[in-house]
């Protein structure tokens, strides 16, 4: 929503809004011209010409309702994306994990071209756009001049379905998003008419079994027309190899059809930024992007926000906050992190809904099983109603059984205990990864404060 705030600002209009809470995010778009409200309120219709909303706001919302008394038009956040999309020719990013990464890489590959490209992130981007333009303070949007508009296509309620895109990604399908959909079949069919819908080239990685399943299921038919596979598989038509990982950056080399279309570096560690990158490489082309454009774009790619970002370092811990919530995103997010060779990985995961945790908790457990330590919190709700039995403890119960021996702690209760059992349990050259979508991410600002506490002395190997 911020992001669309963000476009209306530069498209001219008179833009207002409100949060339940004040942010950073609130600030930045006062600043560029927003009349920004802490808590809801009817009064703050006065003038309103139209109202846009997105799926977590509540029917019952007092903005909302006095809208509804008011006749004001009401516009869904999809309503709004689809109209600016159809401003511009569109590439619409999207898949179960990584394509915010993806669609701030394709961002940037599409900036390196000169056009002055429009882009939606659902992130705050940590590198700048050009001075003067929307976007020179962080920020996930930008209206420029060019033809293209890059946008994040969000499949969590289906409204993804709705975007007039020409060319569209598919970055992976995996079990989420099940309390809209109701069953697997039913989210992987949305992807599926994601694809066929798209009157363009179709970007579908190959390694991600099911994207690679979508793509089987439509190579030789009219619905497959289109279609450019990417990733390590020897069928992929971008074929990624000789991949290397020197702590925090990656390099690899990325065959095409036509030839070799040589070696790229990134700035950020891990496989699905290597697979992402691939991703955004081959939208980019398809836009008009050249190879050695999306080389350089990508050499100073500087990162989204809550993407394993470095939030500091205090007496030899590193700090790195991710917004990964799903199994595939902290699977990767943990490899990623043991990859690039900073020491012990420390996994603080916040379960983000009950309904998500009552789905995949044992799949989410698997997934931090991979780090060296693995402490688990309470679940963030985000709006839902508490479920009777699900807890935070079924991931950390899970982790256990994935990895017998793995030393896991569930630390429920207020934030202060769990700052506490850290202090106790991190020792220097400690990699702490805090992990979830919800208020997780103040952790690392709450462990770099100053404090009297200490975290422990480097201990020998084993040591308890």
Same mark, same amino acid.
């Given at each position: 929503?911020?992001a669309?705030?963000?476009?209306?600002?530069?498209?001219?209009?008179?833009?207002?809004?409100?949060?339940?809470?004040?942010?950073?995010?609130?600030?930045?778009?006062?600043?560029?011209?927003?009349?920004?409200h802490?808590?809801?309120?009817?009064?703050?219709l006065?003038?309103?010409?139209?109202?846009?909303?997105?799926?977590?706001?509540? +029917?019952?919302?007092?903005?909302?309702?006095?809208?509804? $008394? !008011?006749?004001?038009?009401? *516009?869904?956040?999809?309503?709004l994306?689809?109209?600016?999309?159809?401003?511009?020719?569109?590439?619409?990013?999207?898949?179960?994990?990584?394509?915010?990464?993806?669609?701030?890489? =394709?961002?940037?590959?599409m900036? !390196?071209?000169?056009?002055?490209?429009?882009?939606?992130?659902?992130?705050?981007?940590a590198?700048?756009a &050009?001075?003067?333009e929307?976007?020179? #303070? +962080?920020?996930?949007?930008?209206?420029?001049?060019?033809?293209?508009?890059?946008?994040?296509?969000?499949?969590s309620?289906?409204?993804?379905?709705?975007? %007039?895109?020409?060319?569209?990604?598919?970055?992976?399908?995996?079990?989420d998003?099940?309390?809209y959909?109701?069953?697997? %079949?039913?989210?992987?069919?949305?992807?599926? $008419?994601?694809?066929?819908?798209?009157?363009?080239?179709?970007?579908?990685?190959?390694?991600?079994?099911?994207?690679?399943?979508?793509? $089987?299921? =439509?190579?030789?038919?009219?619905?497959?027309?289109?279609?450019?596979? *990417?990733?390590?598989?020897?069928?992929?038509?971008?074929?990624?190899?000789?991949?290397?990982f020197?702590?925090?950056?990656?390099?690899f080399?990325?065959?095409?059809?036509?030839? @070799?279309l040589?070696?790229? /570096?990134l700035?950020?560690?891990?496989?699905?930024?290597? =697979?992402? !990158? !691939?991703?955004?490489?081959?939208?980019?082309?398809?836009a008009?992007?050249?190879?050695?454009?999306?080389?350089?774009?990508?050499?100073?790619?500087?990162?989204?926000?809550r993407?394993?970002?470095?939030?500091?370092?205090r /007496?030899?811990?590193?700090?790195?906050?991710?917004?990964?919530?799903? %199994?595939?995103?902290?699977?990767?997010?943990?490899?990623?992190?043991r990859?690039?060779?900073?020491?012990?990985?420390?996994?603080?995961?916040?379960?983000? $809904?009950?309904?998500?945790?009552?789905?995949?908790?044992?799949?989410?457990?698997?997934a931090?099983?991979?780090?060296?330590?693995?402490?688990?919190?309470?679940? *963030?709700?985000?709006?839902?109603?508490?479920?009777?039995?699900?807890?935070?403890?079924?991931?950390?119960?899970?982790?256990? #059984?994935? #990895?017998?021996?793995?030393?896991?702690? *569930?630390?429920?209760? +207020?934030?202060?205990? =769990?700052?506490?059992?850290?202090?106790?349990?991190?020792?220097?050259?400690?990699?702490?990864?805090?992990?979830?979508a919800?208020?997780?991410t103040t952790?690392?600002?709450?462990?770099?404060?100053? @404090?009297?506490? &200490?975290? %422990?002395?480097?201990?020998?190997?084993?040591?308890?």
């Amino acid at each position: 929503m911020s992001a669309l705030a963000g476009i209306l600002l530069a498209l001219g209009h008179h833009v207002s809004g409100s949060d339940q809470s004040s942010s950073g995010t609130l600030a930045r778009l006062e600043a560029e011209g927003a009349v920004v409200h802490v808590g809801h309120d009817a009064a703050h219709l006065a003038g309103a010409d139209a109202v846009t909303f997105s799926t977590a706001v509540k +029917e019952a919302n007092p903005e909302l309702v006095e809208a509804r $008394r !008011a006749g004001v038009p009401i *516009y869904t956040r999809a309503e709004l994306m689809q109209a600016v999309c159809r401003l511009k020719r569109t590439i619409a990013v999207s898949g179960t994990h990584g394509k915010t990464t993806t669609t701030a890489m =394709l961002a940037a590959v599409m900036e !390196a071209t000169g056009g002055g490209p429009s882009y939606v992130v659902g992130g705050d981007l940590a590198r700048p756009a &050009s001075s003067g333009e929307l976007g020179a #303070r +962080e920020g996930g949007a930008r209206w420029g001049t060019g033809p293209w508009l890059v946008v994040e296509a969000d499949e969590s309620d289906g409204t993804f379905l709705e975007l %007039p895109a020409e060319i569209v990604v598919v970055t992976s399908v995996a079990p989420d998003h099940l309390d809209y959909y109701g069953t697997e %079949p039913r989210l992987r069919a949305a992807f599926s $008419r994601f694809l066929t819908q798209a009157p363009g080239t179709k970007v579908v990685c190959a390694d991600d079994p099911g994207a690679a399943s979508l793509v $089987r299921e =439509l190579a030789g038919s009219r619905d497959g027309d289109g279609l450019l596979t *990417y990733g390590t598989a020897p069928w992929a038509d971008l074929r990624v190899t000789g991949v290397r990982f020197e702590g925090t950056s990656a390099g690899f080399y990325l065959g095409a059809p036509g030839g @070799s279309l040589g070696h790229f /570096q990134l700035p950020v560690p891990g496989m699905h930024n290597v =697979l992402d !990158a !691939a991703a955004a490489i081959g939208a980019g082309m398809a836009a008009g992007a050249t190879a050695d454009q999306a080389r350089w774009a990508l050499a100073t790619y500087r990162g989204v926000r809550r993407r394993f970002e470095l939030r500091g370092h205090r /007496q030899g811990v590193t700090f790195v906050d991710d917004y990964a919530h799903n %199994p595939g995103k902290v699977q990767a997010l943990v490899e990623a992190a043991r990859g690039a060779g900073l020491g012990r990985v420390v996994a603080v995961f916040q379960p983000h $809904r009950y309904s998500r945790t009552q789905a995949l908790w044992r799949e989410l457990g698997e997934a931090l099983a991979g780090a060296d330590e693995v402490v688990v919190t309470d679940i *963030y709700g985000a709006g839902e109603v508490p479920l009777d039995g699900v807890s935070g403890e079924m991931v950390a119960e899970a982790a256990r #059984r994935a #990895r017998p021996g793995l030393r896991v702690a *569930y630390v429920p209760g +207020e934030r202060s205990d =769990l700052v506490r059992a850290l202090r106790r349990l991190l020792r220097p050259g400690d990699l702490c990864l805090s992990v979830g979508a919800g208020d997780i991410t103040t952790l690392a600002d709450e462990m770099l404060a100053p @404090s009297e506490a &200490s975290l %422990p002395a480097d201990q020998e190997e084993g040591a308890p």
